[in-house]
């Protein structure tokens, strides 16, 4: 991708389910790279709560790689030192790059969501990193949790038809 700004936004949402808006307006004095924290102030929020969100070692990576260049108090400035709008244009780029027409920008935060419950993370922890206020706003991956525990209810059921004396 030619704009690496844009690329950088959006590799961003992909390793933190982070809203667009969040991750576009964020601030290098929101983070503190070296406890691994974004601190994100309520105005930055969508329910005006100061969220406290730990950062993956891959997104920390990225913000550390990306702050050896950092111009401006933005992680993504403009020209005029505000922060990128929207990634409208890369974004368009990209879905016709892979071939994924139909993927909104949100679809990243949802896909966050979903790898996170098919491998067993809690709903409370997933709501935390998402910055989920109520508890509701993240029941609505629940249904996702069925098939890991369809694949354990298998593999108990794999493990007694092949030797029934250890069950």
Partial sequence: MENQRAA???RLLVLTG???GEVLSLEWGDLDLEQGIWNRPPHKSKDRIRKRIPLSNE???LLTAMEESANG???FPT???THMPDLNRPWAWLKKETDLLDLRVHDLRHSFASVLISDGV???AIGKLLG???HQTTMRYAHLMDDPLRSAANQFSARALR???QT
């Fill in 59 to 61: 997104a920390l990576i």
């Fill in 122 to 124: 809690p709903l409370e």
């Fill in 163 to 165: 030797d029934p004396s």
């Fill in 79 to 81: 020209s005029t030192g």
């Fill in 8 to 10: 950088n936004a959006i």
């Fill in 18 to 20: 982070a809203r667009r």
């Fill in 132 to 134: 989920h206020s109520q």
């Fill in 73 to 75: 108090s933005y992680l």
